[in-house]
């Protein structure tokens, strides 16, 4: 058996995984890929992006060779805007138990799906998920899930990605391979997805993974913030934010944090 050496080397069956050294943005460039009418299962994996994009408009940072940062792409059936948001769920968990598996650090979902480690009353981010939905010349819906994982980032250089960042080789003092915690991944996907296929919905299993549920918390939006205790999700994932004066509000996006 060929021993797979990183990222370039890796091949997994049912996946279709092109590895570059360098793309500006693994979402932009399968975006593209989908709207020119490439199937399920692409996976582009980069080894360093020039203009990588988190939530919100936000830049991800990554030095190069360190992290895990790939995008995959999905054609759920109809209807498509009860499929999307499973599916995000489902890479957010499958990607949650990959690093449990391969480097033992626990970890639970920052809503809607940003990887964390927690302490009380503070937190750390470990990785970030972008999901975005495109169209190509059929108008048929597709969707693009991808994500960045800090995975050997020295400490020295966390300060310079983002306020709370870490990464594995932080949090356990030693090098974990990218290539394990994508074959775990990728495995975890397999299966989650599967189980949505045949009915069975990823919600509940989402909802004990998220963080400060029951906590006070502050939701960021493009157009202010609001604070409130996290009470729960609804069904289509939307956060339930219970505000001072009672009321409860849903919130489809922002951003949480913890309200210290």
């Given amino acids: 058996m060929k021993r797979i050496l990183g990222l370039h080397d890796y091949h997994r069956e049912g996946w279709d995984i092109c590895y570059f050294e360098r793309l ?3 979402n932009t460039a399968l975006l593209d890929a989908g709207r020119q009418g490439a199937l399920e299962g692409l996976v582009y994996i980069a080894d360093e992006q020039t203009a990588g994009r988190g939530r919100l408009d936000r830049r991800w940072v990554a030095p190069p060779g360190t992290c895990l940062l790939l995008s995959l792409l999905f054609r759920p059936p109809e209807p498509f805007t009860c499929y999307a948001p499973r599916l995000t769920m489902l890479c957010g968990m499958a990607m949650a138990d990959a690093v449990e598996t391969v480097s033992g650090v626990a970890v639970q979902l920052k809503w809607p799906n ?6 009380p009353g503070m937190w750390r981010k470990l990785a970030g998920m972008l999901s975005e939905i495109g169209s190509g010349a059929d108008n048929q819906p597709f969707l693009v ?9 020295p400490a020295e250089l966390l300060p ?4 709370n960042a870490t990464s594995l080789l932080a949090e356990t ?3 974990v391979e990218r290539v ?3 074959d775990v991944f990728l495995g ?8 949505l296929y045949a009915g069975r919905d990823p919600l509940p299993l989402w909802r004990r993974r998220l963080a400060w549920i029951g906590d006070a918390v502050l939701v960021q939006m493009p157009t202010g913030s609001v604070e409130g205790i996290a009470e ?3 069904d289509a994932g939307a956060l339930l934010l219970r505000l001072p004066d009672g009321r409860l509000q849903h919130f489809a996006v922002g951003d949480v944090s913890l309200r210290v």
Avoid at 145 to 153: A, E, P, Y
Avoid at 160 to 163: C, E, S, W, Y
Avoid at 188 to 195: D, F, H, I, K, S
């Fill in 173 to 175: 003092g030693r090098s």
């Fill in 188 to 195: 975890r996907v397999e299966a989650y997805l599967a189980a």
């Fill in 160 to 163: 310079d990605l983002a306020p």
């Fill in 232 to 234: 729960d999700v609804d």
């Fill in 24 to 26: 500006d943005s693994t």
């Fill in 114 to 119: 940003d990887l964390i480690i927690t302490e």
């Fill in 180 to 182: 394990a915690l994508l």
């Fill in 145 to 153: 899930v991808g994500i960045g994982l800090n995975v050997n980032v």
